[in-house]
């Protein structure tokens, strides 16, 4: 039979929240309708919905939240409902080459759609040309238009040479062609006989005495003028030549303009885009001038020197498209999520390539788009952190917003290719940019950047918790409903929603909070349907449930497990039997990341006379943390108001948290300390299978801690391991009995009479609780009862102050007097 309850013991029913499942009108999630809202982040989603909603200047949003609140997935799906009720799609964007100066590649906008139109019309225009314009300069029109140029020309030609043929002859001479190497050259020689005669051969006539030597050296002066002759007739020849030729490339030119023209004007006619206008008449005029692109020959390495000096690449590349932006699919704003931001993927590049001579180039089809570009006219979204750790990432985000202009560069910090010479037309932005972040480096950043509360005006701050009401527990059902249809997964009983429920509840920490950690819970979701599956059932209910929990929890416990053997083993003395002075069990909570566990430590307190007060003896040794420093300080006050209000606080007393050699942290163990140290002073023993945790201030009074639940369960477990005797139990702040959320086995072992659950207010109430005696309460005489705890402490201290006072009143009497004999003596 169960023993009668103290006063101060935790009713089972407030141990627990339990949500009964006859409560829930629905008999399995199929006769439920999915939810379709975002539930419980009704602050953050108005202040995302304002930052979304006003298009002003700086008015860029920061996410913040704890990881695992579902942050990045409530953005995601809030950023794609609004851009679905938008429907606004933005340009497309696209560079081509400026023929004026190529390092300067033009930026052109059109509609969504009309980027790949318009990059297929210049791709089929391009293409009309080259198969055209050789045959236009192949067109009997064209040559008969050459040949009438080449007819004038030769005719003029033969004017010259006609007339000089006659005075040639005239004189003596006959004209002929004379060969050198590849080139014929008109010259005149001398007629002797009837026949042209070089004048080297007359030469050699003459030095045999076969020709006279005066009639020799006429004819040689004669040749002179001749030539001169010839030699101007060349150049004028030459310049009717150049002038014929340039005749021709102008008749080539206009009719290549015209042609291309009227190929070129229903493009005009189709874009009606001033800078389409301005770029395809460019675009003519450079083809124009460099006609020779559209002859084969041209398209041919030179012979023997195919690798240096034949063209570089396609003669047509530069009048190509680079259509940087194509939002030909999208219905409404871009959502872009960038999972990997990186310098090149968030502002893009210019791509560079080695040319066949070993050369860096690279050219307006080079440049290429990043995440920021894609996303202008809607939406980006990338993580804080991942952003700022990659190289000049945060400062170019900052330089975009700040401008809103986005010029694209190679990020290059060690200067290693220089050689790019592009600078593109920037880009006006218009992108709302979406940083997720947690709390810290929220305000870590707004501390220290004084860019960012310029740039990023609206907080959008994310809860972890929603309040747990009728509502959002049908809420809480529907997104269970909505989950299992997207994942493919069996339907979830009601009492399957009602575990998950509960569990979301212990998640949240509170009894009155249901926790949103929706990553954590969808896992849950997943895991519970592989068990159902396991099983070969077709629903999933309760015990799927307590399965996937219990699995996590195998999965990451080994750590609680080799440290419950320790305590079973008595390798970490701890214990949960009898009494014993100065010594408590304290309650510690180990968070290992993924799975946190409570476990008893040992903590004694030695007090003796002496004026070091309280020895933090972690401190010491360098292993208490601050908040641990802090929680011992007001130890120290709490006593002083306490017990030494009519006496000097005269002891010397030390605290330790035995076998403890990781370092301590938190005041959750500073009621424990108190009691370990009024066990010491008025040496009643402390039950020890009455395991403690809660902070105290100046004034005695037992404030709540975290962990509550894990520290308990961690007590339990060392007891039902050691054995349950139905006197153990643990003792906590009354202000946590909210908090609890107990594993169903510590509830039942609790139900039956065989674990125990206390709460108390201040320390007078534990300390009753852990002696068995009453603390007792000053009277009217300023003096506590009679074998009181109280009354006990304050009676060692008085000792310890008057022994102490008596033995330092002793020592000055025994030095006076040997200070006095030693004066006699030298007299």
Request: aromatic share 8%; net charge neutral; hydrophobic share 35%.
């Given at each position: ?78 950023l794609k409902e609004m851009s679905r009720e938008n429907g606004q799609v933005p340009d497309d964007l696209c560079y081509v080459n400026n023929f004026k100066n190529i390092e ?724």
């Amino acid at each position: 039979m169960p023993k009668k309850k103290l006063n101060n013991e935790v009713p089972v029913e407030k141990l627990r929240w339990r949500l009964n499942p006859a409560t829930l009108k629905f008999k399995t999630t199929d006769d439920l309708k999915p939810l379709k809202e975002i539930i419980g982040q009704k602050r953050g989603i108005d202040a995302f919905r304002f930052g979304t909603g006003i298009h002003k200047n700086g008015y860029n949003i920061f996410v913040t939240g704890i990881s695992g609140s579902g942050r990045m997935s409530t953005v995601g799906r809030l950023l794609k409902e609004m851009s679905r009720e938008n429907g606004q799609v933005p340009d497309d964007l696209c560079y081509v080459n400026n023929f004026k100066n190529i390092e300067a590649p033009i930026l052109i906008k059109l509609k969504a759609g009309m980027g790949k139109s318009f990059k297929k019309d210049i791709h089929v225009l391009v293409e009309a040309l080259k198969k055209e314009v050789p045959q236009l300069f192949e067109s009997q029109e064209y040559l008969a238009k050459k040949k009438g140029i080449m007819e004038e020309y030769e005719k003029k030609g033969k004017g010259f040479f006609k007339d000089l043929d006659k005075k040639v002859r005239e004189d003596g001479f006959a004209l002929v062609d004379i060969q050198m190497g590849q080139i014929k050259r008109p010259e005149v020689l001398p007629l002797v006989d009837g026949n042209p005669t070089s004048m080297e051969q007359l030469e050699e006539m003459v030095e045999k005495g076969r020709f006279p030597k005066d009639e020799f050296a006429g004819l040689k002066e004669k040749q002179a003028k001749l030539r001169e002759q010839i030699d101007n007739i060349l150049l004028e020849l030459r310049d009717l030549q150049k002038e014929i030729q340039q005749h021709a490339e102008e008749m080539d030119r206009l009719m290549f303009i015209k042609m291309a023209t009227d190929l070129v004007d229903p493009l005009k006619a189709k874009y009606k885009n001033e800078k389409i206008d301005s770029y395809l008449d460019d675009m003519v005029e450079e083809m124009g001038e460099n006609l020779q692109i559209f002859t084969s020959q041209s398209q041919q390495a030179i012979a023997g020197l195919p690798f240096i000096m034949g063209p570089q690449g396609d003669s047509f590349q530069p009048y190509q498209v680079n259509q940087l932006v194509d939002n030909e699919e999208l219905k409404g704003p871009p959502v872009i999520i960038e999972s990997y931001p990186t310098y090149r993927n968030l502002f893009g590049s210019i791509e560079r390539v080695v040319d066949r001579s070993g050369f860096w180039r690279t050219d307006f089809s080079k440049i290429r788009a990043g995440s920021l570009v894609r996303a202008n006219g809607g939406y980006l979204v990338l993580n804080l952190l991942d952003a700022a750790m990659e190289p000049g990432v945060w400062p170019a985000l900052k330089r975009a917003l700040k401008t809103e202009k986005m010029e694209i560069q190679t990020y290059d910090p060690f200067y290693l290719f220089t050689t790019t010479g592009l600078k593109p037309e920037p880009i006006d932005m218009d992108a709302k940019v979406v940083v997720v972040a947690n709390p810290r480096l929220y305000h870590l950043i707004m501390a220290y950047d004084e860019d960012a509360p310029k740039i990023f005006k609206v907080r959008a701050d994310f809860d972890d918790a929603m309040d747990k009401n009728e509502e959002s527990i049908l809420q809480f059902a529907g997104f269970v409903k909505r989950e299992a249809e997207e994942e493919g997964l069996k339907p979830f009983d009601r009492t399957a929603v009602a575990g998950l429920v509960e569990q979301a509840i212990r998640m949240a920490g509170r009894q009155e909070k249901i926790s949103i950690s929706f990553p954590i819970i969808k896992d849950l979701l997943r895991e519970a349907d592989y068990w159902a599956g396991r099983d070969r059932k077709n629903i999933i209910t309760d015990k799927h449930i307590d399965q996937a929990i219990d699995s996590r929890i195998n999965r990451s416990n080994m750590v609680e497990e080799h440290i419950q053997e320790m305590i079973n083993r008595g390798t970490l003395m701890i214990d949960v039997e009898g009494e014993a002075v100065g010594q408590v069990n304290g309650l510690a909570v180990y968070s290992l990341g993924d799975h946190m566990f409570g476990k008893p430590s040992r903590i004694t307190a030695s007090t003796s006379m002496g004026r070091a007060g309280i020895i933090n003896i972690e401190r010491e040794a360098d292993l208490s943390g601050n908040t641990h420093n802090k929680g011992v300080l007001i130890l120290s006050g709490y006593l002083r108001k306490k017990y030494a209000q009519d006496k000097p606080l005269t002891m010397s007393a030390s605290i330790a948290f035995e076998q403890s050699y990781g370092g301590v942290d938190g005041d959750s163990a500073s009621s424990t300390e108190i009691y370990a140290l009024l066990s010491s002073l008025s040496g009643v023993p402390i039950k020890q299978y009455i395991a403690v945790t809660g902070s105290v201030n100046q004034n005695g009074e037992v404030q709540a801690i975290g962990g509550v639940n894990q520290k308990i369960e961690g007590f339990y477990d060392c007891c039902i391991k050691i054995g349950l005797t139905g006197k153990q139990g643990v003792m906590i702040p009354e202000s946590n009995i909210k908090d609890l959320m107990l594993r169903k086995d510590v509830v039942e072992a609790v139900k039956k009479g065989q674990f125990h659950i206390y709460s108390i207010k201040n320390v007078d109430q534990g300390i009753e609780i852990l002696t068995g005696k009453r603390a007792g309460e000053l009277n009217k005489d300023g003096a506590y009862p009679k074998d009181s705890i109280n009354a006990l402490v304050n009676g060692k201290l008085k000792s310890l102050a008057e022994g102490l006072k008596k033995f330092g009143g002793e020592n000055r009497k025994n030095e006076g007097e040997k200070g006095g004999r030693k004066t006699k003596v030298k007299k």
